[in-house]
């Protein structure tokens, strides 16, 4: 009983850190982990790249903000505004 509780357990933390660490479908690779066993699926995401998703600028209720600099969303609010 200890082992499912264990395996399940794992399983859970290869899908947390799927999705919080490499950027994946945390729930696809709990159920991998599942099939194929959590220390396999484990080293498989650990061994994989994270996946790139900070794009330079993005859309928030109609008006563009940037993350790493304030004055590109400025200008192309401004651009947008056509002020």
Not at 32 to 40: A, D, E, H, Q
Request: aromatic content about 10%; hydrophobic content about 50%; glycine content about 8%.
């Amino acid at each position: 009983m200890e082992f499912l509780f264990f395996y399940l357990g794992f399983s859970v933390i290869v899908g947390v850190v799927a999705q919080s660490r490499r950027n994946r479908n945390g729930v696809g690779w709990f159920l991998l982990s599942l099939v194929i066993s959590p220390l396999l699926a484990g080293l498989l995401v650990l061994a994989m790249q994270s996946r790139v998703t900070d794009v330079p600028y993005r859309v928030i209720n109609g008006r563009i903000t940037r993350r790493a600099d304030p004055r590109l969303a400025v200008l192309l609010n401004h651009l947008e505004s056509g002020r």
